[in-house]
């Protein structure tokens, strides 16, 4: 036993001494720090690059006794430590005039001209497709994913502090990141094990999950999937790497020449393959781009290891750091597939050095490569259902048999503290408040209370409103589910209720019927396309800050009953029975009354109104979790959208009123542009054929609050514009702040600029108009003389969180009570 002992002791010492870490910054004779300065240990390949201010982290397992600092025109630096661990050291570099004078063309901004890297470069793209998996017709291989969460920036302050009082014991796991230096917790791990096909002639992929485990939220597939979505997949070949929905332009990009400096810094033999060492750096400040190096053979011209850091100055948010680091081996002696890729990010509240943040963590291998194994195309067509319970109950068995290499000291104690941490009440609290704002729900057991931001609420017809709900939940993928609500409002004295309730009747192609009924006061016309909703409520029928009364409300009692399924994968149909009545909130303020006889003497207030719908969605790209009759999307406003809607008004069914014909159709498009920011367009358009009151009409959705609604006319009041045939189309274009950040007072601020423009064109038919008995309010008026038009410029990213419009009207200046100018603002949590 006391052997034993020993032994672990002496290779823990081994292991502990046996390290070497330094840290520090690198300063030229003025004092200026000396960005992307070369820092390796001596007489090895481990090596980091100093970022824009001057500073470094460098660590290696091996135990090394000096470090050498290298930078274009000055002279090479070399200092030797005295101890493993040596931290916030200051390097000055002299400058080497004999040097400077040679290689001029290398200091700062380098050369696009007569520069050997660029040349390098060129080659690379002259033979980036006839490397990895596009350059055969199939292939096939095994993917193990691992993501982790690690609390970074621990210290004493932190361990003493009232929000970790009774979880004081998990900072002994406290661990040093490798890349950036810092103290780290690990909280977090999820494994996964996959089976990818692609077919590069059909242009198909499929991943079949086999396996999925994680640490204390194995119920939980919507944490998983929307982590999964942050860490999109990306090739370092494309021009620009998609990360966090922004476009960074890659550093081997063909527009690279105009957005980073190329040194080449050394060559030399890797597994007997002669490479090419490339130091990069970004040209200008605020913009996406990294610092970093590749190597890169000299046969083939493909990337055999690559280093990228983020540039500091990058303008994004919550991110004070990303690290990516990919390898690649060579397959028949020239063509090279990749095999590890890891990715970490560093997510903050605030961008300063010392401040707090979590490390997100992604490593993926993969192995076992085949090519050339055809796949008929119904194989990829064909869903699969990757939320099967098995996946996610893997024994140990299998995941000594399938992981691509073995979880390290830290990894595997992380499954053991979430288990211990679910016992405390201080990690149950935070727990609670977590969920409130990510998920608008506060958990009980079985059920959950909320919409919580939905209990108050104001409009001028109730007053005060207060709401009370919540909905029934034992999980993710529960079957079935009830959802309800209560509310009173002060004003008028009344209570509205909701309830409806859905089940899933087969899994496989997500059969479901719901039914619901809903009593309530709305502000009808919020969208140009109708819903249904039976528990809807928008912004506008309850929001405290207006810019005009709103007194437009309707009262509603709606009843639904539906079908839906998916027959192909995110392509939905719902088939849809409703009846409501409609009247009114306050008829002396608004009013809904019709003509019920030809002769246009007798009215009604009330409108009485049974339909039949079928509606048809397609949303490609569409990433969802969960098998459950409620699923969590996952890349929300990242893929197109397609919906087409017909319906059919059934007079007489139930006392209903009319009768006719609807049809409506809605495209919406979002685009990334690569360096040039985030295009988004939205068209939409509808037409009913027969008459119909001003109830059931189509109106412009305005905007009479002072916030930011995404498919509204923000410049228009409830009710300025209606009619039964429209053609509506709203494009915005964030640059994402391309603009600002050339800018020299501007660009530190992280401000994005959006341009938006809106344009809508309806017609009112005469047979329509006749039956609107109203003659004060609402006058009814379509846009049939010209496209209704308004355009707005914002600046967004303001402090992080907000964003703010200003509006500008371009035409019918003649109507009554027009606004020709307005600001909204919207509050919002982006990257």
């Given at each position: 036993m006391r052997k034993i002992i020993t032994s672990i002791f002496l290779l823990q010492f081994v292991f502990i001494f046996g390290q070497t870490k330094v840290s520090g910054y690198v300063f030229d004779d003025a004092d200026e720090p000396v960005a992307f300065a070369n820092v390796v240990f001596e007489?090895?390949?481990?090596?980091?690059?100093?970022?824009?201010?001057?500073?470094?982290?460098?660590?290696?397992?091996?135990?090394?006794?000096?470090?050498?600092?290298?930078?274009?025109?000055?002279?090479?630096?070399?200092?030797?430590?005295?101890?493993?661990?040596?931290?916030?050291?200051?390097?000055?570099?002299?400058?080497?005039?004999?040097?400077?004078?040679?290689?001029?063309?290398?200091?700062?901004?380098?050369?696009?001209?007569?520069?050997?890297?660029?040349d390098i470069l060129r080659k690379i793209w002259e033979n980036k497709r006839d490397n990895g998996v596009k350059k055969f017709k199939q292939y096939q291989f095994d993917k193990y994913e691992k993501l982790q969460f690690d609390l970074n920036t621990i210290d004493s302050s932190l361990i003493k502090s009232r929000l970790f009082k009774g979880m004081e014991f998990i900072f002994e796991q406290a661990d040093t990141n490798k890349v950036t230096g810092k103290t780290y917790l690990p909280i977090f791990i999820n494994e996964s094990v996959s089976k990818v096909y692609g077919d590069n002639i059909l242009d198909k992929e499929k991943e079949i999950l086999k396996g999925n485990k994680n640490s204390g939220f194995?119920?939980?597939?919507?944490?998983?999937?929307?982590?999964?979505?942050?860490?999109?997949?990306?090739?370092?070949?494309?021009?620009?790497?998609?990360?966090?929905?922004?476009?960074?332009?890659?550093?081997?990009?063909?527009?690279?020449?105009?957005?980073?400096?190329?040194?080449?810094?050394?060559?030399?033999?890797?597994?007997?393959?002669?490479?090419?060492?490339?130091?990069?750096?970004?040209?200008?400040?605020?913009?996406?781009?990294?610092?970093?190096?590749?190597?890169?053979?000299?046969?083939?011209?493909?990337?055999?290891?690559?280093?990228?850091?983020?540039?500091?100055?990058?303008?994004?948010?919550?991110?004070?750091?990303?690290?990516?680091?990919?390898?690649?081996?060579?397959?028949?002696?020239?063509?090279?597939?990749?095999?590890?890729?890891?990715?970490?990010?560093?997510?903050?509240?605030?961008?300063?050095?010392?401040?707090?943040?979590?490390?997100?963590?992604?490593?993926?291998?993969?192995?076992?490569?085949?090519f050339d194994k055809i796949k008929e195309k119904e194989f990829y067509d064909r869903q699969t259902n990757p939320y099967k319970d098995q996946v996610f109950d893997r024994d140990s068995t299998f995941w000594a048999n399938n992981r691509l290499e073995e979880l390290n000291k830290d990894e595997k104690e992380i499954y053991t503290l979430v288990d211990t941490l679910k016992t405390v009440n201080a990690f149950k609290q935070v727990y609670d408040v977590a969920t409130v704002l990510t998920t608008n729900y506060y958990e009980f057991d079985g059920w959950d209370y909320g919409p919580v931001f939905s209990t108050l609420g104001y409009n001028d017809i109730e007053g005060v409103r207060l709401r009370v709900g919540g909905r029934t939940y034992f999980g993710q993928n529960d079957p079935w589910r009830i959802q309800g609500f209560t509310a009173y409002g002060f004003n008028d004295d009344k209570f509205k209720y909701g309830v409806s309730g859905k089940i899933m009747l087969d899994r496989k192609s997500r059969l479901i019927l719901s039914a619901g009924n809903r009593r309530d006061v709305e502000q009808l016309?919020?969208?140009?396309?109708?819903?249904?909703?039976?528990?809807?409520?928008?912004?506008?029928?309850?929001?405290?800050?207006?810019?005009?009364?709103?007194?437009?409300?309707?009262?509603?009692?709606?009843?639904?009953?539906?079908?839906?399924?998916?027959?192909?994968?995110?392509?939905?149909?719902?088939?849809?029975?409703?009846?409501?009545?409609?009247?009114?909130?306050?008829?002396?303020?608004?009013?809904?009354?019709?003509?019920?006889?030809?002769?246009?003497?007798?009215?009604?207030?009330?409108?009485?109104?049974?339909?039949?719908?079928?509606?048809?969605?397609?949303?490609?790209?569409?990433?969802?979790?969960?098998?459950?009759?409620?699923?969590?999307?996952?890349?929300?406003?990242?893929?197109?959208?397609?919906?087409?809607?017909?319906t059919k008004g059934l007079k007489g069914v139930i006392d209903s009123d009319f009768n006719y014909d609807r049809l409506q159709l809605l495209y919406k498009q979002p685009i990334l542009l690569g360096g040039?920011?985030?295009?988004?367009?939205?068209?939409?358009?509808?037409?009913?054929?027969?008459?119909?009151?001003?109830?059931?009409?189509?109106?412009?959705?305005?905007?009479?609050?002072?916030?930011?609604?995404?498919?509204?006319?923000?410049?228009?009041?409830?009710?300025?514009?209606?009619?039964?045939?429209?053609?509506s189309l709203h494009m915005e274009h964030n640059f994402n702040g391309r603009l600002f950040s050339r800018i020299p007072l501007l660009r530190d601020l992280d401000l994005r600029e959006i341009v938006t423009l809106r344009g809508v064109y309806g017609q009112l038919s005469d047979e329509s108009m006749l039956l609107n008995a109203s003659t004060t309010n609402p006058v009814l008026f379509a846009p049939d003389r010209?496209?209704?038009?308004?355009?707005?410029?914002?600046?967004?990213?303001?402090?992080?969180?907000?964003?703010?419009?200003?509006?500008?009207?371009?035409?019918?200046?003649?109507?009554?009570?027009?606004?020709?100018?307005?600001?909204?603002?919207?509050?919002?949590?982006?990257?």
């Open positions: 007489n090895s390949s481990v090596g980091t690059i100093t970022d824009e201010n001057g500073k470094f982290y460098l660590e290696a397992d091996e135990k090394y006794t000096a470090v050498v600092v290298s930078f274009m025109g000055f002279k090479t630096y070399t200092l030797t430590l005295n101890k493993p661990s040596t931290y916030d050291i200051k390097i000055k570099l002299t400058t080497d005039e004999e040097a400077l004078s040679e290689v001029i063309v290398y200091s700062g901004k380098t050369s696009k001209k007569n520069n050997p890297a660029i194995s119920n939980n597939q919507g944490l998983v999937a929307f982590i999964k979505d942050l860490y999109a997949e990306y090739s370092v070949y494309d021009n620009y790497i998609k990360i966090f929905d922004k476009s960074f332009v890659s550093p081997l990009s063909k527009t690279g020449i105009d957005n980073y400096n190329y040194v080449l810094s050394d060559s030399t033999y890797i597994e007997d393959r002669w490479c090419y060492k490339i130091v990069y750096y970004p040209r200008r400040k605020n913009e996406l781009t990294f610092k970093g190096d590749f190597w890169v053979n000299d046969t083939t011209w493909a990337i055999k290891q690559i280093e990228m850091t983020m540039s500091k100055s990058a303008n994004i948010n919550w991110v004070k750091d990303i690290y990516i680091e990919q390898e690649f081996d060579v397959l028949n002696d020239s063509i090279f597939l990749i095999t590890r890729d890891y990715f970490m990010t560093d997510f903050t509240f605030r961008k300063k050095e010392d401040s707090r943040g979590v490390y997100g963590k992604r490593t993926t291998l993969y192995d076992h490569y085949q016309g919020a969208s140009l396309t109708s819903s249904n909703d039976v528990l809807g409520r928008s912004l506008v029928s309850s929001s405290p800050l207006t810019v005009a009364s709103n007194n437009t409300l309707t009262n509603i009692n709606l009843s639904s009953l539906a079908l839906e399924a998916e027959p192909f994968f995110n392509f939905k149909l719902r088939l849809e029975g409703t009846y409501r009545t409609l009247a009114g909130a306050d008829t002396d303020l608004f009013s809904l009354a019709f003509y019920t006889d030809d002769e246009r003497t007798q009215t009604q207030e009330q409108t009485t109104q049974s339909e039949l719908s079928l509606t048809a969605n397609y949303t490609p790209n569409k990433k969802a979790t969960g098998y459950g009759v409620e699923r969590y999307i996952v890349n929300n406003g990242k893929y197109p959208e397609f919906m087409l809607k017909y040039f920011g985030k295009f988004t367009s939205t068209l939409e358009a509808g037409k009913t054929f027969g008459g119909v009151p001003l109830s059931l009409l189509n109106v412009v959705p305005g905007n009479q609050t002072l916030f930011s609604i995404q498919g509204t006319f923000p410049l228009l009041n409830f009710y300025e514009f209606v009619t039964d045939e429209y053609v010209n496209i209704y038009y308004s355009y707005s410029v914002g600046i967004g990213n303001i402090f992080r969180v907000f964003r703010l419009d200003f509006h500008f009207r371009g035409n019918y200046f003649d109507i009554s009570d027009s606004r020709n100018f307005g600001i909204t603002g919207a509050f919002g949590f982006y990257f």
